[in-house]
C-alpha cells in the first residue's frame, strides 16, 4: 500500500472568518505568546526544517526576535537543531493532543470505534474539518502489518477522503464556493479528483445519498467510506471506516459498511444530547 503523508498545520483556513488584526484593540493581548505561535506554526509538512532566516521570513519576525523563540523552543524541547537547521519535536504534539483527547466528542465516540472496528476488522476514526483538512479527534486503527499509522492530531486534505468530502458537502453554499476557489487539488493518486467542477457534482452527491466514498483518491490502496455526525442537526463531524483494497476489491460491501457506520453515529448522537 501506498505511504500516507499526514499534512501539517501551515496550510491557511479558507473558510474560516478573517482574525482580527494583532493585538485585537486590547490591552490583555500577550504579543509574545502569538510571536511564538508564529514561530510554531512556520513549520509543516512541507516545511519541516528551516533555517533561522526561513523561520523569521515565514513568521514575520526579526533574525533576533526568531532566535530569541527558537531558543526558547529548544530549552523546553519542542525543537531541535542540527548545524543551522531546526526542526519541531513530536513534543509540540502535548500542545494540542490534551485538547484533542478531552473533546467530549472524542470521548463519546472512541468506544462505539472500537466496537466498529472489532465487528468489521477494519480502521474507524472520527474527523472534524479544519481550514482545508481534516483533523483526526478519535481513532481505533486494526493492527495488521500493513496498516497505515494514523494517530489523532493528524490532518489530510479534506478533497481527498471520505470524512472530508462528507463535511465539505454539508458546508453552507458560500463557504463550499470558498473552498473550491482557494484550495488546490492536486493529485495525490492517478484517481483523485482535481478539478473543481468534478469535486463540486461529487459533494452534491454525497450530500444527496448521505454517505461518501473515496475509492484510492487519497493513497493507492485505501478505500473509505464515511457518514456525516451531528449534533442538534447541524453536522459536526464525520465518522469512517478505512480498508485496502485487494485487485479493487475489498471483503466488505458499501451497503454494508453504510449501515454499521450508521449504527454507530446513531449511537454517538444519541449520547451527544444527554450532555447538552
Given at each position: 500500500m501506498t505511504s500516507v503523508t499526514a499534512r501539517g498545520d501551515g496550510a491557511t483556513p479558507?473558510?474560516?472568518?478573517?482574525?482580527?488584526?494583532?493585538?485585537?484593540?486590547?490591552?490583555?493581548?500577550?504579543?509574545s505568546l502569538a510571536r511564538g505561535l508564529d514561530v510554531i506554526t512556520a513549520f509543516d509538512a512541507e516545511h519541516r526544517e528551516l533555517t533561522l532566516s526561513e523561520v523569521a521570513k515565514r513568521a514575520g519576525l526579526t533574525r533576533a526576535t526568531a532566535r530569541r523563540f527558537l531558543h526558547t523552543l529548544l530549552t523546553l524541547g519542542y525543537a531541535r537543531q542540527h548545524d543551522q537547521r531546526f526542526a519541531l519535536t513530536p513534543r509540540v504534539m502535548r500542545l494540542g493532543y490534551a485538547f484533542l483527547s478531552g473533546l467530549p466528542l472524542a470521548d463519546i465516540a472512541q468506544p462505539h470505534l472500537k466496537?466498529?472496528?472489532?465487528?468489521?476488522?477494519?480502521?474507524?476514526?472520527?474527523?472534524?474539518?479544519?481550514?482545508?483538512d481534516i483533523l483526526y479527534i478519535a481513532r481505533v486503527q486494526t493492527h495488521r502489518i500493513m496498516a497505515t499509522a494514523i494517530p489523532v492530531g493528524t490532518r489530510f486534505p479534506a478533497y481527498a477522503t471520505s470524512m472530508g468530502r462528507v463535511l465539505l458537502a454539508h458546508l453552507?453554499?458560500?463557504?463550499?464556493?470558498?473552498?473550491?476557489?482557494?484550495?488546490?487539488?492536486?493529485?495525490?493518486?492517478?484517481?483523485?479528483l482535481t478539478?473543481?467542477?468534478?469535486?463540486?457534482?461529487?459533494?452534491?452527491?454525497?450530500?444527496?445519498?448521505?454517505y461518501a466514498v473515496a475509492d484510492q483518491q487519497l493513497a493507492l490502496g485505501l478505500r473509505s467510506v464515511a457518514l456525516p455526525l451531528r449534533d442538534e442537526g447541524e453536522v459536526?463531524?464525520?465518522?469512517?471506516?478505512?480498508?485496502?483494497?485487494?485487485?479493487g476489491r475489498t471483503p466488505h460491501s458499501p451497503q454494508t459498511l453504510v449501515e454499521a457506520l450508521g449504527g454507530a453515529a446513531a449511537l454517538i448522537e444519541e449520547e451527544l444530547a444527554m450532555i447538552r
Open positions: 479558507p473558510a474560516l472568518p478573517t482574525p482580527p488584526a494583532k493585538g485585537g484593540g486590547s490591552g490583555e493581548f500577550v504579543q466496537g466498529l472496528s472489532t465487528h468489521l476488522g477494519e480502521s474507524t476514526s472520527v474527523s472534524v474539518l479544519d481550514g482545508p453552507p453554499p458560500p463557504q463550499l464556493d470558498s473552498y473550491l476557489a482557494t484550495t488546490p487539488l492536486e493529485p495525490l493518486t492517478r484517481h483523485t478539478d473543481p467542477q468534478d469535486l463540486r457534482a461529487e459533494l452534491t452527491r454525497v450530500r444527496a445519498q448521505g459536526v463531524a464525520a465518522i469512517n471506516c478505512s480498508m485496502p483494497v485487494h485487485d
